[in-house]
């Protein structure tokens, strides 16, 4: 017996890399690419499969890629339901949306990353979007710099990895001007950056924040760098208000 609880804990650490290996490919992947993915005995993911599968858990189609199954949508909608932020955002999203046809997303820190955690996209066919659950590097994000406003800057220094300081189009930021960047959006309550991630995107957010003071969250429009100064200024000034009423439940 005494080697049943480590075993039983490889065995709920294989089942967690079979999910993030298949949120990473954001796609059904072979046996053979999930074994070389995990790097974990072909008999455990086969057998670990065959037990998710029938628990509705992941899903084999018909030539045998495994995905996610209908199980984990019902698990993630309950958990939207739950969640009075992730509720409440939804909901203030949508209007948004509505109201002013840009794309709306709401965006927290995942370990030293920050990812989206809902979008809602405008009715364009041209649209600026990020995928929900990838991670993201901080530094190409206003998002990133609202979230660390409460950080003292050898925290943040210790947080970014040094790689993540290389940006989408391979200039490297000045890490002084990075911090300069985070104390300029906590004193202003806001943040703007344009042609970081992307040329033509401008992102534009503001934090969300819980009773203590800190930014536990930001919501953000994606707009084009074209966008008119005067229509920037209002959408700016909708997202503060936006971020206040949801603060208000944090």
């Keep these: ?31 053979r690419d999930l074994i070389d993915a995990t790097g974990a005995p072909r008999s455990s993911v086969y057998e670990l499969v065959s037990l998710l599968t029938e628990a509705g858990l992941l ?27 992730i509720r409440r955002s939804h909901q203030l999203m949508v209007e948004l949306v509505a109201r002013h046809g840009e794309t709306v997303q ?14 809602e996209s405008n009715a364009h066919p041209f649209k600026i979007t990020s995928d929900i659950g990838v991670r993201v590097p901080i530094t190409w994000t206003a998002t990133g710099r609202l979230l660390l406003s409460n950080w ?34 906590g004193q202003q309550g806001y943040c703007l950056t344009e042609g970081l991630s992307e040329s033509f995107t ?10 203590s003071g800190q930014a536990v969250a930001a919501i953000c429009f994606m707009v084009s760098r074209d966008t008119p100064e005067d229509r920037r200024q209002m959408l700016l000034k909708e997202l503060i208000v936006s971020g206040q009423k949801l603060s208000d439940f944090t």
């Design 106 to 119: 709401l965006c927290m820190l995942e370990g030293n990353k920050y990812t989206v955690v809902l979008s």
């Design 202 to 211: 401008c992102c534009m957010a503001a934090p969300i924040r819980s009773r």
């Design 152 to 185: 003292s800057d050898s925290a943040i220094l210790d947080l970014i990895p040094e790689e993540d300081y290389r940006l989408a189009n391979g200039q490297v930021l000045d890490k002084q001007a990075f911090l300069e960047d985070i104390h300029r959006a």
């Design 1 to 31: 017996m005494p080697d049943e609880k480590p075993s039983r804990a490889r065995g709920v650490d294989r089942v967690i890399d079979i999910f993030h290996q298949l949120h990473i490919a954001r796609q059904p992947m072979t046996m």
């Design 59 to 85: 899903e084999v189609d018909a030539d045998g890629a495994v995905f996610f199954g209908r199980e984990m949508h019902y698990y993630g909608a309950d958990y939207m339901a739950h969640n009075d932020l």
